[in-house]
């Protein structure tokens, strides 16, 4: 029993590192309807800035203070490039075209990144504690081992959650994001600024991805493989839906328990390896019973 | 108007930042940086002929981006820096020029195809023997060199099987296959228990590398548990092994002896990383020789003290005269590949030591056919018939960094033995003796898998008594 808990934990805490990456996703899908495949190459991006900001300012005062300054204005700057390059160009256009030049960004700011800063394994350390925690020992025998850099991402996930949701709800940029998400031309016609809009919406997505990247990256190293964590944070979407805060974190949690769960329990027999895979079967699963997605919004459209 | 001078506003900054950036780098000489190290465009100038043609072609499959770049730019900077230092110092090989090309193919099967069909073609006589740097590209090529008549040399991944010239007459998995890695390290911690027979009830999991490459040694390493009486345990992990908690909680529930690693680039240190966060002993981990370079540990900092890994004969090392020449003809004339500072990592030597061999058999080739240009086949003959002995070791250069191989029709492998070593924090320190892999456990296998190769393709087996 402990170490189902201690499976299960495990896998909680992996879905919340998942959940980070899939919340920029639903940012952007949210404030303006466009599936960015670049999510996770902004992961890289805003990571491999970060990391290599602090070695070559390591002689300052605060290395860490000023790359995170620097990388957050470069974010920014990126998302006023992507608005004025790519997306300004194709107001109105169809979706899938959105969603095509968000392809290419991707593969732009893949070979940017490491042309810029080389693509090597950068070692990123913000002081986040390594040693893992042992909890319930008199409970179970052994305890329940939890890592402690997962406990603080998942701090940070709950935060960022939180703090998105007000913004959304509670400020005025936030709810002219979801009009714009609704429809550009209505959006436009009552006086909200789309380009401004969509500069807002892509900059808060970096953010997210800094943050993410900042997280995964100590965790495992910047490089290259950061970007491919995006394919983790797909079932997630696909479950939670595409357009909830929160049905990214709780679809996080289900994906992050159920593949750990399922490669523990149901790998051994098929031959072990089916994490992957069975993330993906469990969001289709779920989607047999909610297409839209467990908190996605319903759309109905008079034909 | 005002948005978009804005914009204009922080571009520039974001340029000046850039431009800075690389002066400072530039200005302090250190290693900050691994650009030059891991930039793809260093050696991608496409190939150009020389006018008189008096040149042999080396196709160079490399992956200096992607997932696995961190790995594969140390590998093809020293095969690099080797050719171009056989050119500046020698002239060539008996003064035929060595031209090359690189071909990015990110680790893909699909991409290193591509490059493979690209490049065979290119030079007077065609690519010399190709090196595809990954055990998929290997697979996916087997059947189009025989087809082809040019040479494989896979120095210490492909099929284990290959070593078998009479079924593969173009495949060289020299130094050491998979199986040979596997029996070494079986050994190892055979020595480590106080003998094979200590082994029995013991328990040996193998974390991989889910692909064809990481299940190469499970039918060793099967065949071994079934000789000492320990137990195995399979852990697949998926690709790029980005995320491997739940192979490292079943690690800590089965609490194994010893922990096999077969991993390749970033799933390395991460198994390391997860390792500590389960408190699996390092002490007890030991990887293939894919997995015991620099960048599989200096990512995990100090929780990779105490790992090992099988070496391909050599670990690091930059005090060989091979590389004092590199210095002084390569970098010194502002040729080389990468950064000066990681000349002698481990997987820059086993690159290094890749061109090397390429060069001896280019040069055991035309000691029959001729100081000319050579053909794939003739190249093959060269191969076939290679033998590196302690005296042209040290006249190379590679004192202590290989020892004597000697290939034959029935064995493309030529040598079978490796040494352990150990990440101190540092560096990597051998940690064992040499140690012979059993040919009396493993031709039996090898001779078993080749013939079901051979009635699977129709092959018929080659004679080796000539």
Redesign the interface.
């Known amino acids: 029993m402990g170490?189902f808990v201690?499976?299960l934990i495990?896998?909680l805490?992996?879905g919340v590192l998942y959940s980070l990456v899939a919340l920029g996703f639903v940012l952007i899908f949210k404030a303006s309807g466009v599936f960015n495949f670049a999510q996770g190459a902004m992961v890289l991006f805003a990571a491999l800035t970060f990391v290599?900001?602090i070695?070559?300012l390591?002689d300052t005062f605060a290395p860490i203070m000023l790359s995170l300054l620097?990388t957050i204005?470069?974010m920014?700057?990126l998302a006023?490039?992507v608005e004025?390059l790519v997306l300004r160009p194709m107001v109105n256009q169809p979706g899938i075209s959105l969603f095509m030049a968000t392809l290419g960004i991707a593969y732009f700011l893949d070979?940017f990144g490491?042309?810029?800063?080389?693509?090597?394994?950068y070692?990123l350390?913000i002081g986040i504690p390594?040693e893992?925690l042992m909890l319930l020992e008199t409970v179970f025998e052994g305890g329940v081992?939890v890592?402690s850099e997962d406990l603080i991402a998942t701090v940070v996930a709950g935060l960022l959650v939180v703090v998105l949701a007000i913004f959304f709800q509670r400020t005025r940029v936030g709810r002219a994001l979801r009009a714009v998400a609704d429809d550009h031309q209505a959006a436009q016609s009552i006086g909200i600024p789309l380009?401004?809009i969509w500069v807002v919406v892509w900059t808060v997505a970096g953010l997210v991805a800094l943050v993410a990247g900042i997280i995964?990256g100590s965790?495992?190293?910047v490089?290259?493989?950061?970007s491919?964590?995006a394919l983790?944070a797909l079932p997630v979407l696909i479950l939670g839906g595409f357009e909830s805060v929160l049905g990214a974190i709780i679809g996080g949690l289900i994906i992050g328990a159920g593949?750990?769960l399922s490669?523990?329990y149901l790998?051994p027999y098929v031959?072990?390896?089916i994490?992957?895979w069975f993330a993906y079967m469990l969001a289709l699963f779920f989607l047999l019973f909610r297409p839209q997605g467990l908190f996605g919004e319903v759309h109905i459209d008079r034909v | 108007m005002g948005y978009s001078k804005l914009i204009k506003g922080l571009l520039l900054s974001m340029l000046l930042v850039i431009v800075g950036c690389g002066q400072k780098e530039e200005g302090t000489g250190t290693d900050t940086s691994s650009d030059s190290q891991t930039s793809s465009n260093t050696n991608n100038q496409a190939y150009a002929p020389t006018p008189d043609g008096n040149e042999q072609f080396v196709p160079v499959l490399s992956y200096r981006t992607g997932p696995y770049a961190p790995n594969g730019t140390g590998v093809a900077n020293g095969f690099v820096d080797y050719l171009k230092l056989v050119d500046a110092r020698d002239g060539g090989v008996n003064g035929v020029r060595i031209s090359f090309e690189e071909c990015e193919t990110e680790y893909k099967t699909d991409r290193g195809v591509e490059c493979y069909e690209r490049l065979k073609g290119l030079g007077p006589t065609g690519a010399t023997v190709f090196n595809p740097n990954s055990t998929g590209v290997t697979f996916a090529l087997t059947e189009k060199t025989t087809t082809d008549k040019i040479p494989l040399i896979t120095m210490g991944y492909g099929r284990s099987e290959s070593r078998d010239g009479s079924v593969f007459p173009w495949n060289f998995p020299m130094m050491g296959t998979y199986w040979t890695a596997a029996d070494v390290l079986v050994q190892h911690v055979g020595n480590l228990s106080g003998g094979l027979d200590k082994l029995k009830g013991k328990k040996i999991a193998l974390v991989y590398h889910d692909s064809p490459f990481g299940k190469e040694p499970i039918p060793l390493l099967q065949k071994r548990s079934e000789m000492h009486g320990f137990s195995l345990t399979t852990i697949p992990v998926t690709h790029p092994g980005v995320e491997q908690k739940a192979a490292w909680l079943q690690v800590r529930q089965d609490k194994p002896d010893y922990v096999f690693l077969w991993g390749w680039g970033v799933m390395n240190s991460t198994s390391i990383k997860e390792a500590a966060a389960v408190r699996y002993p390092r002490e007890q981990m030991f990887g293939v020789w894919w997995s015991g370079a620099e960048p599989d540990v200096t990512p995990a900092g100090d929780d990779s003290i105490g790992y090992s890994s099988v070496t391909l004969q050599h670990s690091a090392g930059s005090d060989n005269q091979v590389h004092k020449d590199i210095f002084k003809y390569v970098y010194d004339a502002g040729a080389g590949s990468g950064d000066r500072d990681r000349v002698g990592e481990v997987l820059y030597n086993r690159g290094m030591l890749n061109a090397a061999i390429v060069v001896e058999v280019i040069r055991n080739a035309q000691s029959k056919y001729g100081q000319k240009p050579l053909t794939g086949e003739q190249i093959r003959w060269g191969i076939e018939n290679f033998e590196l002995t302690q005296a042209q070791i040290d006249k190379l250069g590679l004192t202590g960094m290989v020892q004597p191989i000697k290939l034959s029709c029935s064995d493309h492998e030529g040598t079978r033995i490796a040494r352990i070593h150990t990440w101190n924090g540092k560096t990597w320190e051998y940690s064992s003796d040499w140690i012979e892999a059993s040919d009396a456990v493993i031709k039996p296998m090898v001779e078993t898998a080749a013939s079901n190769y051979a009635k699977e393709k129709n092959i018929t087996r080659a004679s080796c008594e000539s």
């Not at chain 1, 490491?114 to 394994?121: A, F, H, N, P």
Request: hydrophobic share 45%; charged share 25%; no cysteine.
């Open positions: 170490f201690e499976v495990g896998g805490m992996a290599r900001l070695d070559i390591k620097i204005a470069l920014v700057v006023m490039a004025r070979g490491q042309t810029l800063w080389g693509s090597d394994i070692t350390d390594k893992p081992l890592a380009n401004y995964w965790k495992l190293g490089q290259f493989s950061l491919l964590i983790k593949e750990k490669e523990i790998g031959g072990g390896g994490e992957y």
